[in-house]
């Protein structure tokens, strides 16, 4: 009966590579404000196929309607996180060797011991490391500073009264490139109800962009992790390191 069915090795390629996209998508989206926002707009295409199925013209009218108005403001709200995935395909192996890295091992070594001692002196601090999605938007809104990454210079610029201890500092390449920058802010609820400024703009350039970021709390002295969208906190200074090395040394 479904002779006329021809099942070509074409069709299992296109069947896997639509399965794969949609798993990394679908992980990448994971824990983020998309996902629920997905979820409701699948639900109307399920219910826009059983319309269609039970020829309810009205219902479906309506459904299709819908669907094409959340297409639209998906596109529109999560133009960030829709940004980060498509820059996301430069970091594929082929493609690394044109890229460069986020800091090298005494970098790392020095933010670590920067951390560990603003963490015991209770000194608000935020330093974030690019990794593949350029921060040139950001630092431009900082000063520039133009040093070698040191544990010495990171605390001295994060100790009040001084002028840029309020903002970002951005590290590339194991250089301090710019300080008191200012980042876009996460929207989680849980961010804005239980942390302070620092950590939503912390989460906020971890999740629009590929960066990582260091956030050590000036009320409870904790050192807290972004990457990826996520947060990890109360982290002690080996910890810290372990995840830092971690997210640089991770590729997709």
């Known amino acids: 009966m479904l002779s006329f069915v021809r099942f070509r090795w074409v069709d299992a390629v296109d069947i896997l590579i639509v399965a794969l996209l949609a798993y990394y998508f679908l992980r990448f ?21 059983i319309a269609r199925w039970l020829d309810f013209k009205a219902l479906g009218l309506i459904v299709n309607s819908l ?8 596109v529109i709200i999560f133009q960030p996180e ?21 800091a090298d091992a005494a970098a790392i070594d020095e ?7 603003m963490k015991d002196h209770r000194t608000g601090a935020l330093i974030v490391i690019e990794r593949d999605i350029g921060l040139r938007e950001y630092i431009e809104t900082g000063t520039r500073v133009e ?9 001295s610029i994060f100790t009040p009264p001084g002028p840029l201890h309020d903002g970002a500092v951005i590290i590339v390449g ?22 302070g400024m620092r950590h939503r703009a912390g989460l906020g350039i971890a999740t629009v ?21 996520a947060l990890l ?9 372990y995840n830092i090395q971690q997210a640089l040394a991770t590729e997709l």
Request: aromatic content about 10%; hydrophobic content about 50%; some cysteine.
């Open 29 to 49: 989206l994971k824990g983020t404000r998309a996902i629920r926002m997905l979820y409701g707009l699948f639900f109307l295409v399920a219910v826009s196929f």
């Open 67 to 74: 669907t094409t108005v959340w297409i639209v403001a998906f």
């Open 82 to 102: 829709i940004r980060n995935i498509l820059s996301r395909f430069g970091r594929y192996r082929p493609l690394r060797f044109l890229l460069k890295h986020g």
């Open 111 to 117: 933010i670590v011991d920067a951390a560990a001692q």
């Open 147 to 155: 040093a070698r990454v040191s544990a010495p210079l990171l605390v």
């Open 174 to 195: 194991g250089q301090v490139v710019a300080a008191g920058c200012t980042l876009p802010l996460s929207e989680e609820r849980y961010i804005e109800n239980a942390l």
């Open 209 to 229: 962009t590929d960066a990582i970021a260091v956030v050590v709390s000036e009320t409870t002295g904790k050192i807290s992790f972004a990457s990826r969208g």
């Open 233 to 241: 906190s109360g982290l002690t200074p080996s910890q810290l390191k």
